[in-house]
């Protein structure tokens, strides 16, 4: 228990304001800006929980993978829990994003053993990224690793691929799975000052509407996505552009507990090294001609 008019809790209060937020930036600088308070416009606050949000096939994973190498540039240790892709996949994906070579270099059936070399030495120069040896929808299986990845590796930072899994092989109804998971995230992440990203998809209605924008109200499972999450990213469908090697797609804010939202960032993912990055305003008017 607190008392917030305590002499020496406002006394405490000022020390903590003014000290160095502890962010992890998001590969984004536009949702960077936004993220004020304990995001002090850096990124991501440590005890908050994202969430990403996609139709299948709309680089959900992608992005996931971008924010885990964005986060190892500032030398975070990171884990990305993956309900079900394998070591592997993982791996290649991340080779890719980090060292910016060809992921179907990387691939079983095109692997170049030249392409690993040069993979090799960018990926040796980050910290760790974990992931489970072996893939699990049982939640307490997850919970397992995050712990022993916080507790024995020092990682604060989690990817999580994805929420609606957790919910396979249980008893519960996908709704009370979905509520009874991000709850104990939540509120474990705050109480031990981790960063929690959870990838998510939307429900039926919204994802088969190719027409409007996605709502974080069309989040497949519970409103308790909504609620927890102290910014909601959406990838939307309907404004998807794909061009040669590169495809355009814009992430709408739709939630941001922490400064504004309602804003569409343009974001450009390479095919060839599933980099996704800010498009700029020049580069936005010519990609889209």
Known sequence: MKNLTNADYLKEFAIRQTAEPEAVPTPFPSLNSILRDEG??????????????????????????????????KGMPTAYVSLEMSDNQIASRAYAIISGQSVARLESGSFSPKTFELASGEVMKMPPLYCPERVSTQWEDVVDFVKVC????????????????????GSESI???ISNVTTDLRAWAVNNRVCVII????????????TQP????????????EASADWIALVDHSRVKR??????????????????????????????TLRARECLEDELNEFIK
């Open 214 to 225: 996605p709502r974080s109200q069309g989040l497949h499972g519970s409103q308790i996505l």
């Open 175 to 177: 709704v009370e799975a």
């Open 243 to 272: 061009e040669n090697n590169r495809c355009l797609f814009w992430l709408c804010i739709d939630k941001n507990r922490h400064g504004v939202s309602q804003i569409s960032i343009p974001v450009e993912v390479s095919y060839d």
């Open 150 to 169: 916080h507790e024995e590796h020092s990682v604060d930072y989690f990817v999580l691929d994805y929420i609606q899994l957790t919910a396979i092989g």
């Open 199 to 210: 990838l998510s998809q939307f429900n039926r209605r919204t994802s088969s509407d190719y």
């Open 40 to 73: 002090g416009g850096i990124g991501t606050a440590k005890g908050w929980v994202g969430i990403i949000a996609a139709n299948p096939g709309h680089f959900k994973s992608v992005l996931g993978i971008n924010f885990c190498a964005e986060a190892m540039k």
